[in-house]
């Protein structure tokens, strides 16, 4: 039986997108079912915990031609885009079932089993905001959705839509994130009706039964107080239990080993933890990456482990920009450095590790030819060797840096793990285009003093060899280039 790790390692693949590369690759029809084994064991080469299929569920056909009407934006992702490659969005679901075209469910569980023969898992979306506007439940069950009037078709047009004929007319909310627009080819749910928990309770029941996680698309939209304020005057409450803590719960009494993982903004991630969630995305060290910002990035590193341990780091993912575009070649090492490193799961996107630059909508099926850049792949494997060694369950440490001439220090950021004397590591990172210099102090690492050490970089092979004593009383100098960074293992020598 497969068991979680504590710092699980996701990788999300863009399901229709992936078989339809290993289809061109194969020059056959590649489906959930007939993944080539080669395909396979070199996933489980790089020690991922679980695969994340994204998109798997039925797609909606009222979506694919709402996508249809958007052709022009995404010939910026795919010049050569064809009618036959736009597919709908992956989150406009019109059923919670394993598209017939990808396999079926069967196919499914077919992979399912083959990837956990490698010692992987998988994971699986589940949306529960919306579903597709063309949804069994707009003509079956309307009342689990948030219903409208006419009036609100004419004054929100972009917010509201109808169904049926004038005389029979049924007007629904688009689903939304209370800052933007409707999502045109959703239909809002009303997570305060106990049909709707009850309906996507027997979902999730189903879901559990067919892998072993879900990634919940937006999930702090359905916390009581948001959607409340969502849709002030459309839904009215009808009980006090919050819908996480009901929903989850409820699976985890079936299937205890089954995680949640929150997609969650808005500084709603502890309390996502609070209501049952195993791990909540940390957007916050996504922006403090991008935005360059070391010091705000240590502020948000000193926040209580234990909550660190439930994050899931990341620099990409389908809904940001590909982590190679906006990082650039040289800011990419680091960054992969740092959420590699640090406590938390690991969540990494299908073409991250070799810096593809374009971020594809997720209503196509296809995706450009781009050029790989293969010391960053070969660097990625490199890493992803290192998170594996048992010393990243050890004792992790923030340490504070001070100046060695100037105020280089800032830019640099440093941490270590700790197991035993002989388990160790300290990683200092530049994530800045500056030379930056700064001594890092090591006093909380007493057992440093009294021996000497020679400090072997996993990166490079370098070694260096100083006194403990010095590095507990002085601390440890360190001068780093624009972007460089060590791994440094500790040796008495």
Known sequence: MLTWQSKPTIYQINTWVWLHRLSQRCGMAIGLHNVPDEVLDELASYGFDAIWLM?????????????????HEYRSALPDLTDDDVIGSAYAIADYRVDDRLGGRDALAVLRARLRARGLRLILDFVPNH???DHEWVHTQPDLLVRGTRD????RPNDFF??????????FAHGRDPHFPGWSDTAQVNAFNPDLRAAHRAILMDIADQCDGVRCDMAMLLLDDIFARTWEGYVEKQTDRPYWVEL?????SAYPDFIFIAEVYWGRDGEMLQQGFDFVYDKTL????????VQKLRQHLLAPLAYQRRTLRFIENHDEQRAYAVLGAKRSFPAAILICTLPGGLLLHDGQLSGRRVKLPVQISRQPDEPEDGELHRFYRQLLTERRDPIYNGEWTLFDITPAADNGHYNLLAYGWFLSERRDRLIVVNLTEHRSRGMVNLR???WLAGKHWRLHDMLDGAAYDRSGSEMVERGLFIDLEPF??????????
């Open 444 to 446: 909380r690492w007493n």
């Open 248 to 252: 989850v719960s409820a699976i985890k």
């Open 152 to 155: 609100d078709l004419k004054k």
């Open 131 to 133: 579903v597709a506007l």
């Open 162 to 171: 109808a169904v049926g004929s004038i005389r029979r007319q049924m007007v």
């Open 286 to 293: 996504y922006d403090r990456i991008m935005e360059r910002d």
């Open 484 to 493: 460089e960074a060590h791994i440094f293992r500790f040796e008495v020598v």
């Open 55 to 71: 998109g798997v569920w039925q797609r909606s056909s009222a979506a694919r031609l709402n996508a249809l009407k958007y052709k």
